[in-house]
């Protein structure tokens, strides 16, 4: 193959080393990923009436349950070839190693459950019994689980966009060789796919896709009703994309019918939302105005 036919990436993975800390292009991009997931939800939730002590209340739990999501699918998936072997590097998640639908499917789960259990009379009871001394039991002003969603779905996908570029420049998402003129080339010593034959720019594909999902799902959020629908065709329009892209990745295991984790996760996905969509969603008319 011609070596000019290809786009080299010549950065080093890892942004700076300290001894054994090490913090890598895909660690820091996630950290900044998940700033402006916070801030544009935190903004836009605002324009809408939300009370922003509640939003920031509800991103953090989305925030700690989504890093505990996307660690635990990723170790899951290579549990059997090194974490069993390497339990302390359990620890490491900054230095890459999450799973993307974990950090989507767990922030959506730890946000929706701090809205759940914050107004019960469970919570509240357990408050005044214990923790009085903090102040007096209130409910607090939370949103609804379906409207805040509906409000994350375009953050997050921009957002993903982001982490996607920490992704590119590690290179560590091995995706199969190809002879395209775009095809991606690592040349740092230091990156995981240093010596790899050209390959598929698979993640930039998955980046593509999140932005031009973007474009779609901006304009539902006001057309689709009711509240959460936007977020559930979010997460069916992604899982199509990230099951059709990940044949051109070269992914650790493969389970069912020759699938691998990220596949079976989106096939999960799309068997909850789109009879939801089908027999759920409505299309009202544009607000004038």
Request: net charge neutral; no cysteine.
């Amino acid at each position: 193959m011609d070596v000019l036919a290809v786009i080299p990436i010549g950065i080093n993975p890892n942004l700076f080393e300290i001894g054994p800390f090490i913090i890598s292009w895909h660690g820091f991009l996630t950290f900044v990923s998940v700033a402006v997931a916070v801030y544009l939800v935190h903004r836009w939730g605002t324009r809408e009436g939300i009370n922003p002590d509640a939003l920031l209340s509800v991103a953090f739990w989305a925030v700690i349950s989504g890093i505990i999501g996307a660690r635990v699918i990723h170790i899951v998936d290579w549990w059997d070839s090194y974490y069993q072997y390497n339990p302390v590097s359990v620890l490491y998640f900054w230095q890459g190693g999450i799973a993307i639908f974990g950090a989507i499917l767990g922030g959506f789960v730890g946000g929706s459950l701090y809205i759940m259990v914050r107004n019960s009379d469970w919570f509240l009871n357990l408050w005044g019994k214990w923790f009085r001394f903090m102040g007096e039991p209130e409910q607090a002003p939370l949103p609804s689980i379906g409207h805040l969603a509906d409000i994350a779905a375009p953050a997050l996908l921009i957002t993903m966009a982001i982490g996607r570029i920490g992704d590119v420049i590690n290179g560590e998402h091995f995706a199969s060789f190809t002879s395209l003129p775009w095809a991606f080339v690592y040349t740092h010593p230091d990156s995981p796919a240093f010596l790899r034959p050209a390959s598929h720019p698979a993640v930039l594909y998955e980046m593509i896709w999140d932005l031009a999902l973007v474009l779609v799902i901006w304009p539902l959020r006001s057309r689709l009703r009711p509240q959460g629908m936007t977020f559930a065709m979010y997460l069916a329009l992604y899982s199509v994309g990230r099951f059709f892209i990940s044949f051109l990745r070269e992914e650790h295991n493969q389970y069912v019918l020759g699938l691998n984790e990220a596949q079976i996760i989106a096939v999960i996905v799309l068997l909850v939302t789109v009879p939801l969509l089908v027999y759920k969603a409505q299309w009202v008319p544009a607000r004038r105005g």
